[in-house]
């Protein structure tokens, strides 16, 4: 967690979760082929770092992190369920 926290801001950690249920969301949904998922989590989560921080350099990096744990979040926790 401290690495989290060393790389991101506070206020943009609450953007992990929601991207986390979104992505749970979106591949439930027949109409979106699973590759496009990280593609589209990667937009929302520039979006709402924008949102909640600004438009700028440091807002759009923060975005672009929160996404990055949130899909990798994601593989952990399969590839922790999934094991061979």
Same mark, same amino acid.
């Given at each position: 967690?401290? @690495?989290?926290?060393?790389?991101?801001?506070?206020?943009?950690? +609450?953007? +992990?979760? $929601?991207? /986390?249920?979104? !992505?749970?969301?979106?591949? %439930?949904?027949?109409? /979106?082929? %699973?590759?496009?998922?990280?593609?589209? @989590?990667? *937009? =929302? !989560? =520039?979006?709402?770092? /924008?949102?909640? @921080? !600004?438009? %700028? $350099?440091?807002?759009? *990096?923060? !975005? =672009?992190? $929160?996404?990055?744990?949130? =899909?990798?979040?994601?593989?952990?926790?399969?590839?922790? $369920?999934?094991? %061979?």
């Amino acid at each position: 967690m401290e @690495l989290l926290t060393e790389y991101l801001l506070e206020e943009a950690l +609450i953007i +992990i979760p $929601v991207l /986390f249920i979104l !992505g749970k969301i979106i591949k %439930d949904t027949p109409r /979106f082929q %699973d590759w496009i998922i990280p593609y589209m @989590l990667l *937009i =929302v !989560g =520039v979006i709402l770092s /924008f949102l909640m @921080l !600004g438009f %700028d $350099v440091h807002a759009f *990096i923060q !975005g =672009v992190l $929160v996404s990055g744990a949130a =899909v990798f979040g994601n593989e952990l926790i399969k590839q922790a $369920v999934e094991r %061979d």
